[in-house]
């Protein structure tokens, strides 16, 4: 049986179905519904060839070359399909929820399949992920200095119960010129929007979201502005750790990485940290004295985060000191301290 199904309601199913995108491997690298796995129709040549051929010839010639290039391979789709669904049950989509994707459904309710064909396909559930932004959410955001521990912090949160989003595990950086630690690649623009999305629909938008202070751009990716729009309003908790304490968290955190990397990540910002400075601190870095290092390129740091905190409305901004090094000490002080002072709960409108 092939049921046509909107986006939003199969994201509902009570039992998650799986889901099989049709487009082709670097469509599908792009950008994918979190979770989906590629069936391609058609290679990223064989697209290139069929769709040439729909322009230059017409729709009958392409759909004959559609079935020339696929006629071996369709076998072999419903073996993958089966790997993907053993109990014969998955949704599937292209584009637009055009012939690629119909012509899946067809063979695969033909094997016996139960198909949720998705209307409007992979376009329209973009559609759906800018609407989750565009959406209110009663958001309460974790601001700090660089080395303040706020990741960790947020994470230990999460461990407790609280609804949390952390943009730069999802951005995979760390939102300075050294956030990829070297080892992180950056999902897609398309894929970050995707994948943000994908946690957004799963939290209660009447309880508290807590969210790190993040400027626009995380390394190379942006948060989609409807959301950052609501993060800039929303009330803020800024947390004051000690500088000393700052720069031995960050020289443990980033002393143990490539010292060329470090070199280059300096470099970039040498503009902003000047010359004199850039040359010190990237002595420091050859000289493996990472503290001396950190203490440079946080002068930097620290003013850009002091600029953007003058930005925000100063009757939402409520600063709280820590001390010491137990996280999860740190979290449970945050949430004593929401108790205290009046975090605006109402819910920004969109």
């Not at 994470?155 to 999802?170: F, M, P, R, Y």
Request: aromatic share 10%; net charge neutral.
């Amino acid at each position: 049986m092939i049921r046509n199904i909107s986006i939003n309601d199969f994201i509902k199913l009570s039992e998650p179905v799986p889901l099989a995108d049709v487009r082709t491997p670097a469509e599908f690298e792009q950008g994918h519904v979190p979770g989906a796995f590629n069936l391609p129709l058609f290679s990223n040549e064989e697209r290139v060839k069929v769709g040439t051929t729909y322009k230059q010839v017409g729709r009958e010639e392409a759909i004959l070359l559609g079935f020339d290039l696929t006629g071996s391979k369709w076998s072999g789709f419903i073996k993958q399909a089966l790997e993907i669904a053993p109990d014969k049950k998955i949704g599937v989509h292209c584009w637009r929820g055009g012939m690629r994707s119909g012509a899946m459904a067809w063979a695969l309710n033909l094997y016996g399949f139960d198909v949720y064909l998705i209307e409007g396909g992979y376009k329209k559930y973009r559609g759906w992920v800018h609407q989750q932004f565009e959406a209110s959410y009663r958001l309460s955001i974790l601001g700090g200095m660089t080395g303040s521990g706020k990741t960790k912090i947020l994470h230990s949160l999460k461990a407790i119960g609280e609804q949390v989003i952390d943009l730069e595990d999802l951005a995979q950086h760390q939102g300075s010129s050294y956030g990829t630690m070297n080892k992180m690649v950056q999902p897609t623009q398309e894929q970050f929007e995707n994948n943000l999305a994908h946690q957004l629909k799963d939290l209660d938008r009447q309880h508290k979201i807590w969210v790190e202070d993040e400027s626009l751009t995380i390394g190379k990716r942006s948060v989609p502005n409807p959301f950052w729009y609501q993060m800039r309003s929303a009330a803020m908790i800024d947390i004051r750790v000690d500088l000393q304490q700052r720069i031995a968290s960050l020289a443990i955190e980033y002393g143990g990485l490539d010292k060329d990397f470090l070199m280059e990540c300096t470099e970039r910002i040498r503009k902003r940290l000047g010359p004199e400075q850039t040359k010190h601190a990237i002595i420091a870095i050859q000289e493996n004295r990472m503290e001396d290092f950190i203490g440079i390129v946080l002068v930097y740091y620290d003013k850009t985060y002091r600029t953007g905190l003058s930005k925000r409305n100063p009757n939402l901004v409520f600063s709280l000191e820590i001390t010491g090094n137990d996280v999860s000490t740190h979290a449970q002080q945050i949430l004593i301290f929401t108790h205290t002072v009046p975090v605006t709960e109402q819910v920004t409108p969109s």
